[in-house]
């Protein structure tokens, strides 16, 4: 951890170096104040993360909001119970802002090495930029108790086995959550569990158009980034995560951060391809922001003399990051690429097109990314599946007409559970017989009964589930 806290700092003097203390003590206070909102928003108003980076980007536009909002959302289950058993009687409602405040300190005492004067310092100075000056002893008093707890926690813990891992990590879980795991993987769930609770890696996809793989990395060592190769040439995966913007050639779009799991849809459609296909015309069916879509349009560039290559997605502000995510790839003006703004359920969708391959990297609930996304363990319901389904399928049923006889379509989800993955597929089979299933075999993963699994208990890959379906 590298933050620094300022403690000292007083107005008294009115010399500059107080003074900065002073603004220091104050910037800090108002990250935590503006984190305790974002928190509030996503415990109480339903948000996601993605929301607040969208509509509210000034509450997690530091490392430090983001070191906060994400490790306390990892943690928010589990931290509740003891913040709740230290207080004699719950906030009112216009006061949640407080409990939420108790958290983020919760989670700092429990889960970073912050000296612990600091944490609770910084909480209570933080009751003042809420407006709430009174509120001052009791966050001192609850955040000294949870301290005490934290260290014996900590002396309890070094004397473990890992069987207060996967503890802590279940009791970072919502219990349904915890079930549905353990019940369609009774022999990896505790390993998923865990995984959940982990921080996600860092791997990032070399943009072949631009730069070979081996100059590429030939670079990252020149900057003394570590990184692990891995089975696929142009992806590899750092030791240590870093801002994007701070990579060899960031800004001249030689390369993209993309999870190894996703990096999979684009290797596999061009197996799905028949590489005798002349001009192949491929299909992105729900492709903001683009990060299969630019793989695709990557790999096509190499095995083909030409292409076209269509995005669709049915919400324009997320085709326009993935234009501008495009222009620094280099690769929005190029006239093989075509995006298309429309509803894939609906039947005109396309036009008059057919396609040789389409690729449906369907919304799903993302139950493969709760480590990357860790909000989607407080806000993911139980009945979210079934209508994740009802989506799937639709979008299934509608753009396989507007696939080519002999022509395969590669769905894919970011989800773990069989309700998005191989029960889809089975749906969708049982009406259409003109769909047979392809064998998958990809590089990481296991084949299940109609598709291909990746679970993020493999230290490098996200949860994904992909199948083929070919027309017959
Ligand atoms: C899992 S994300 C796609 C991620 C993207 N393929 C990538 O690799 O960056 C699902 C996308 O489906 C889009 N979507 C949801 N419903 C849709 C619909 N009915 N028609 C078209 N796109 C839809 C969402 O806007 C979202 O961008």
């Known amino acids: 951890m590298s933050f620094s806290w300022h403690t000292k700092g007083t107005n008294k003097t009115g010399d500059p170096k107080s003074q900065v203390g002073l603004n220091k003590k104050n910037e800090s206070a108002r990250t935590r104040m503006e984190v305790c909102k974002a928190l509030q928003h996503i415990v109480e108003g339903g948000r996601t993360i993605d929301w607040i980076r969208a509509e509210k980007s000034q509450w997690i536009s530091t490392p430090l909001h983001r070191e906060l909002i994400y490790g306390t959302t990892r943690h928010y289950l589990s931290l509740q119970e003891p913040v709740n058993n230290l207080l004699k009687k719950p906030f009112r409602d216009k006061d949640r802002d407080l409990f939420h405040l108790l958290i983020v300190g919760a989670y700092q005492l429990k889960y970073t090495g912050i000296a612990s004067y600091a944490i609770i310092n910084e909480s209570v100075n933080a009751c003042v930029v809420l407006g709430k000056p009174w509120a001052k002893g009791l966050v001192n008093a609850v955040l000294r108790q949870l301290q005490r707890a934290a260290e014996a926690a900590q002396t309890e813990y070094k004397g473990s086995t890992n069987g207060s891992e996967i503890d802590s ?35 990032l996809r070399i943009n072949t158009t631009k730069v070979e793989p081996s100059f590429y990395k030939a670079k990252l060592r020149e900057d003394d980034i570590s990184f692990a190769e891995s089975r696929m040439a142009e992806t590899v995966i750092l030791d240590t995560p870093q801002n994007a913007e701070t990579l060899p050639s960031w800004s001249a779009g030689e390369v993209a951060v993309q999870d190894l799991s996703a ?91 057919l396609f040789d391959g389409i690729l449906l990297d369907a919304p799903c609930s993302g139950s493969g990314t709760i ?9 993911l319901q139980p009945d979210h599946l079934q209508a994740h389904q009802v989506l799937q399928l639709q979008l299934l049923h509608n753009l396989w007409r507007r696939l080519e006889e002999g022509g395969t379509l590669l769905y894919s989800t970011c989800s773990i559970f069989h309700e998005e993955n191989d029960q889809v597929i089975e749906k969708f089979m049982s009406a259409h017989t003109n769909a047979t299933s392809v064998a998958l075999n990809l590089k990481y993963g ?27």
């Open 371 to 379: 480590r990357r996304n860790p909000d989607i363990r407080l806000l």
């Open 446 to 472: 296991s084949a299940t009964t109609l598709g291909w699994q990746l679970l993020p208990s493999d230290k490098n890959t996200d949860g994904f589930f992909y199948a083929g379906l070919t027309k017959v």
């Open 169 to 203: 990590a279940i009791s970072d879980h919502p219990t349904w959550l915890k079930d549905k795991l353990a019940d369609q993987y009774p022999a990896q769930w505790q390993a998923l569990v865990v995984a959940n609770s982990q921080r996600a890696p860092m791997t």
């Open 263 to 353: 990096q999979l849809a684009a290797n596999t459609m061009m197996e799905l391809i028949p590489a005798t296909t002349f001009e192949p015309r491929v299909l992105d069916a729900c492709a903001a922001p683009g990060g299969k879509l630019f793989h695709l349009h990557e790999r096509l560039s190499a095995q083909f003399k030409a292409h076209q290559l269509f995005a669709l997605d049915s919400k324009k502000k997320r085709l326009n990051e993935t234009k501008t995510i495009g222009n620094r790839l280099g690769h929005t003006d190029d006239p093989r690429l075509s995006m298309l703004c429309a509803d894939a359920t609906d039947e005109d969708c396309c036009g008059d097109r």
